[in-house]
């Protein structure tokens, strides 16, 4: 049987290398994209040391053509298309009086705008090949309840849980399944920048800014990326036929609900 196809963004390091890894140890065959291909390359090298399929495509996820072509190379070279994983994002630190048009069109197009565009080009490819797939967004515990300091990446967090919802009702009747996973505080790039630029508007250290994001994390340790990845194999395999609409939080139990 061929293997099943599932497309990553923001493969190149962190939550998104993670999850492609853990995708292909579960038997998917995957396309790594980000803007730029060295990362990438290292990514596709280590899983095929594991044996698994991978194969390296750049694009812009704000850019909706790079997009739409990133599935249609991967329908193409990997031969299927079944899970497409929003992942890419960027969260620079914006206290509210410091916010700038510029931010908001930085933020809004990737975050939001690559959650769009990956779900047009997913469903596109669905339809071509005939049957059903699965979409799945990166949103954060900072899209479940707003979090200082990060008003423009927090609020553009919050429209991914919006974008999932409406998605799962309008592409439900296919049997295509939309879902989001809301990550804690994990150990990434982009979480040890955000430590850094809190720590220091507040003339205070890293560990400091960290620690501020990490103070309510009920199993008192911080996120490894592969926790996020787990929670994603189970968004992208068949245990989750029946879950539609949902955020997963995969936050150590930073909230309940
Ligand atoms: N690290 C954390 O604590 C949390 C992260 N998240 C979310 O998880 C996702 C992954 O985050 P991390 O791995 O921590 O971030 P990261 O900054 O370490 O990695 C993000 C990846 O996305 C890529 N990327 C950024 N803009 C892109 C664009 N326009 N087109 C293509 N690729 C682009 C980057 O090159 C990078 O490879 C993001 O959506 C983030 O908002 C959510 C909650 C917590
Ligand atoms: C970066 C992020 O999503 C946080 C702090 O939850």
Same mark, same amino acid.
Do not use: E, H, M, V
């Given at each position: 049987m061929s293997k099943k196809v599932a497309l990553v963004t923001g493969?190149?390091?962190g939550i998104g290398e993670a999850i492609a890894k853990r995708l292909a140890k579960d038997g998917f065959a995957v396309a790594l994209v980000a803007r730029h291909a060295d990362a990438l390359e290292k990514v596709k090298q280590e899983i095929e040391a594991e044996g698994g399929q991978a194969l390296v495509v750049t694009a812009d996820v704000a850019k909706r053509d790079e997009v739409f072509a990133a599935v249609e190379k991967t329908v193409a070279e990997l031969g299927d298309f079944n899970v497409i994983v929003n992942n890419a994002g960027v969260a620079p630190t914006t206290p509210i009086d410091t916010v700038t048009p510029e931010d908001l069109d930085y933020v809004y197009s990737i975050n939001v705008g690559g959650v769009i565009w990956g779900t047009q080009a997913a469903h596109a490819a669905f339809k071509k090949l005939g049957h059903p797939g699965k979409i799945i967004n990166a949103t954060s515990q900072a899209g479940v309840v707003g979090n200082p300091n990060l008003t423009v990446y927090s609020s553009s967090k919050f429209a991914i849980r919006g974008i999932t919802q409406v998605t799962a009702r309008e592409l439900a009747e296919e049997g295509t399944t939309v879902n989001a996973f809301a990550p804690g505080i994990v150990k990434t790039p982009m979480m040890y920048d955000i430590a850094h630029k809190v720590g220091q508007n507040a003339g205070k250290d890293d560990e400091w800014g960290m620690q501020t994001f990490a103070k309510d994390i009920a199993l008192k340790r911080l996120s490894e990326a592969s926790d996020v990845a787990n929670a994603v194999a189970f968004l992208a395999g068949? &245990?989750? &036929?029946?879950?539609?609409g949902q955020t997963l939080e995969v936050d150590g139990g930073m909230q309940f609900h």
């Open positions: 493969a190149g390091q068949p &245990d989750s &036929d029946y879950i539609t």
